[in-house]
């Protein structure tokens, strides 16, 4: 059967449309759409074709990393270690207007580097500072505001499962995306320290000091140790992960695996294993990674028709031909990715919108790894902006009920690190070596 190529981007989109907004989980409108329209186009043939392209991406190496990212983050997870490092860096900095909440973002900035799962990060520091700044009369909406915010920087900060699935998606370099997402993830972690810091002097009472009888409960020496000995087992990680895909020693796939087995003996070495914790986190890693791969599968089905048919040329022109240039086809992308990501999950997004421009982009005139981080530091808002910010949701479910933390509580705390993650935007517009730098030096 004959589909003219507009046609054919309009039928798909619309058939991805209604079955987002009836309620249908992404995957299935995303694969309904490949599966009808391919056979409407190529006939049985597309069964085939669909089923080669769908094999070939969910069993390429780099999603071998998916579920050991994963896995490891869950097992960090369990350890309390997180608990330990927040206990030893609010000595440090519990004397400083907002230092519990800057802790909070320093914890995250950490964990996001060891963990990579926004779930997981969001309630680890939910369980082990909301009550703490609660109980010590911070403000509801900055207390929540900085978790959620931190927690998410577990999408940013390699090693990422976002960066894990951006790069097959893009075709490009997993070890790339992770070295071009370390600047732009310092950025935003010190953007959200200064904010705290600046509206805590000026708003005291919002985030008062710790007292001085808890300030002196220590000596600067015991503080010292406190800080080494719960950094300690983290940076060690960190330099076994990171460093090993860095250096060029080992690839992400590898390094994950390392990861996954250090992550495991951090366990054992507090006390916290045991077989019941085994065995929640590899369910937990089975669910995460079905997910990821189900919306793989079925997002390729969708691509894969939609480019066969010439959907993909009909978005070139369009986008090329677009008026303003390029930095408006740039505005008009970062827009409606910030739209999409207040209704979808940024699983959906990457494999569906990703694979379409990303064979436009060096036509702009962008560099392609530029581009990406401009998407992923993007789609943080999604984290962030109702009505489906998951970091509200993961924060909400996991508060204690007695603290008194209520959704509007949430929202209002998150909306001013939304802004904060816009004017990264620009910064990276401005200054886009903060991407760049560290990967030229790789």
Do not use: H
């Amino acid at each position: 059967m004959i589909i003219e190529p507009n046609t054919l981007v309009v039928g798909m989109f619309l058939i991805l449309f209604f079955g987002v907004i009836t309620g249908f989980p992404l995957a299935l409108p995303v694969g309904a759409a490949g599966m009808i329209f391919g056979y409407l186009l190529f006939g049985d043939a597309s069964f085939d074709m669909i089923y080669a392209r769908v094999f070939a991406q969910v069993t390429s190496t780099g999603f071998m990393a998916v579920p050991l990212f994963v896995f490891m983050g869950g097992m960090l997870e369990r350890s309390g270690i997180a608990a330990k490092m927040y206990e030893s860096l609010y000595l440090v900095f519990g004397k400083v207007r907002g230092g519990l909440a800057i802790v909070s973002v320093i914890i995250g900035t950490i964990m996001a580097a060891c963990i990579g799962v926004v779930a997981a990060s969001v309630t680890m520091l939910t369980l082990v500072a909301l009550p703490v700044m609660i109980n010590r009369g911070y403000d509801k909406g900055l207390a929540t505001g900085s978790i959620c915010a931190a927690g998410t920087l577990g999408i940013l900060i390699p090693p990422s499962i976002m960066l894990i699935v951006y790069g097959p998606a893009a075709w490009i370099s997993v070890g790339k995306l992770f070295s071009a997402a370390f600047g732009p993830g310092i950025m935003l972690s010190l953007l959200y320290i200064l904010y705290i810091a600046i509206r805590s002097y000026l708003q005291p009472s919002i985030a008062p000091a710790a007292s001085q009888q808890e300030q002196d409960s220590y000596t600067a020496g015991e503080k010292l140790l406190m800080v080494v000995k719960s950094l300690l087992p983290t940076a060690i990680l960190i330099l076994s992960v990171l460093g090993a895909i860095y250096t060029g020693i080992a690839a992400p796939t590898e390094a994950a695996a390392v990861g996954a087995v250090m992550a495991t003996f951090i366990t054992v070495a507090y006390g916290r294993f045991s077989w019941k914790a085994f065995k929640d986190v590899s369910l937990s890693t089975i669910k995460i990674t079905g997910m990821v791969l189900l919306i793989a599968a079925c997002s390729t089905a969708f691509v894969s028709v939609f480019v066969g048919g010439g959907g993909g040329d009909v978005i070139e022109k369009f986008i090329l031909s677009f008026p303003g240039g390029r930095w408006a086809v740039f505005g008009v992308v970062m827009v409606i990715t910030f739209i999409l990501g207040a209704f979808i999950d940024w699983v959906g997004i990457i494999f569906v919108l990703v694979p379409i421009l990303s064979p436009i982009v060096p036509k702009l005139g962008f560099d392609p790894l530029w581009f990406a981080m401009m998407i992923i530091v993007n789609l943080q808002m999604s984290f962030l902006t109702p009505p489906f910010a998951y970091a509200m949701f993961f924060l909400k479910g996991t508060a204690d009920p007695a603290l008194g933390i209520e959704t509007k509580d949430i929202i209002r705390g998150m909306m001013p690190f939304v802004a904060i993650i816009a004017v990264g935007l620009v910064l990276l517009i401005v200054f886009p070596q903060i991407v760049l730098w560290l990967p030229s030096k790789m």
